[in-house]
Each structure stands twice: as structure tokens, then as C-alpha cells.
């Protein structure tokens, strides 16, 4: 069947979380996930034009999703056997767009020691400040 991209669904939603929670960096279990408010059912809550998948056949291989009304960058996912095919760049830049349809900038969070923070840099993200715990916030102006 190969590759698509599209908008997500709740029918995504278990397939989101198992790549979220098999990625190499910046890994949390389901548990970590559910103590910060993150289950299944808070993101079907949240999916409506705010996320997409990559898929393989039906197995869900990488996700972005955002929070249109705050300007975030919420999440951007890969797993690791699919790292490398253009998935991540093609899910941000989803995401970016629909951010940018009501946002002259936009904004994320990550760890500044990851490869994610040199991937975003590389897509023309700027990191602004240090959060705390080694976190950084990397913003984007619309062109």
C-alpha cells in the first residue's frame, strides 16, 4: 500500500500512542503520559484539523498534532525505522501550515540536547529562551 499522509482520526489514536511511546528520544510510557493529563481519550478530544498521520498500509508510523488556539507545535513523532524517509518533514510542515492559517508566529517546546532541536532549527525554527531542565523554545514567524 506504501506511505500517505492525512488528517488523523480517533481510529489513529492507539497507533499515535504507540509511536510515542517507541521513539528513541524524549521517550515516555503511556503511565508518564496519563500524569501529565495525556491519555487516549484527551487527545481524541483534540484531533479535529489539529493532527495527521503517516501510514503504512493501516500501522501508523509517525504523527504531528498541534494546538491551533495557543500557536504550539504539540507534537512530532517518528518511529525509529521510518526516521529518515522525509515523514517528520512533511508532518511539520502540516502542522506549520495550519498554525500559520491563524498565527503570524508560532512556537514549540523541546529538550535543547536532542536531534529534534538541530530538526527543527534546520526547518527555520529560532530557539528564543531556555525553560528549565535543560528545555528550550524554538519559534517561527510566517513568511
Same mark, same amino acid.
Given at each position: 500500500?506504501?506511505?500517505?499522509?492525512?488528517?488523523?482520526?480517533?481510529?489513529?489514536?492507539?497507533?499515535?500512542?504507540?509511536?510515542?511511546?517507541?521513539?528513541?528520544?524524549?521517550?515516555?510510557?503511556?503511565?508518564?503520559? &496519563?500524569?501529565?493529563?495525556?491519555? !487516549?481519550?484527551?487527545?481524541?478530544?483534540? #484531533? %479535529?484539523?489539529? $493532527?495527521?498521520?503517516? @501510514?503504512? +498500509?493501516?500501522?501508523?508510523?509517525?504523527?504531528?498534532?498541534?494546538?491551533?488556539?495557543?500557536?504550539?507545535?504539540?507534537?512530532?513523532?517518528?518511529?525509529?525505522?521510518?526516521?529518515?524517509?522525509?515523514?517528520?518533514?512533511?508532518?511539520?510542515?502540516? &502542522?506549520?501550515?495550519?498554525?500559520? !492559517?491563524?498565527?503570524?508566529?508560532?512556537? #514549540? %517546546?523541546?529538550? $535543547?540536547?536532542?536531534? @529534534?532541536? +538541530?530538526?527543527?532549527?534546520?526547518?527555520?525554527?529560532?530557539?528564543?529562551?531556555?525553560?528549565?531542565?535543560?528545555?528550550?523554545?524554538?519559534?517561527?514567524?510566517?513568511?
Amino acid at each position: 500500500m506504501g506511505l500517505n499522509i492525512r488528517a488523523a482520526n480517533t481510529d489513529d489514536v492507539s497507533g499515535m500512542f504507540t509511536v510515542r511511546t517507541s521513539v528513541n528520544e524524549n521517550r515516555m510510557s503511556r503511565e508518564e503520559l &496519563a500524569a501529565q493529563g495525556i491519555t !487516549e481519550s484527551t487527545v481524541a478530544a483534540m #484531533l %479535529e484539523g489539529s $493532527a495527521w498521520v503517516a @501510514a503504512d +498500509g493501516g500501522r501508523i508510523v509517525a504523527f504531528s498534532m498541534i494546538l491551533p488556539q495557543d500557536a504550539c507545535l504539540f507534537a512530532a513523532f517518528v518511529l525509529p525505522e521510518y526516521e529518515n524517509r522525509g515523514l517528520g518533514k512533511k508532518l511539520v510542515l502540516n &502542522a506549520e501550515e495550519a498554525l500559520f !492559517e491563524h498565527h503570524a508566529l508560532i512556537w #514549540l %517546546e523541546t529538550c $535543547a540536547k536532542t536531534r @529534534a532541536a +538541530g530538526f527543527y532549527q534546520h526547518l527555520g525554527w529560532v530557539e528564543t529562551r531556555s525553560i528549565n531542565n535543560g528545555d528550550i523554545r524554538l519559534e517561527k514567524q510566517r513568511r
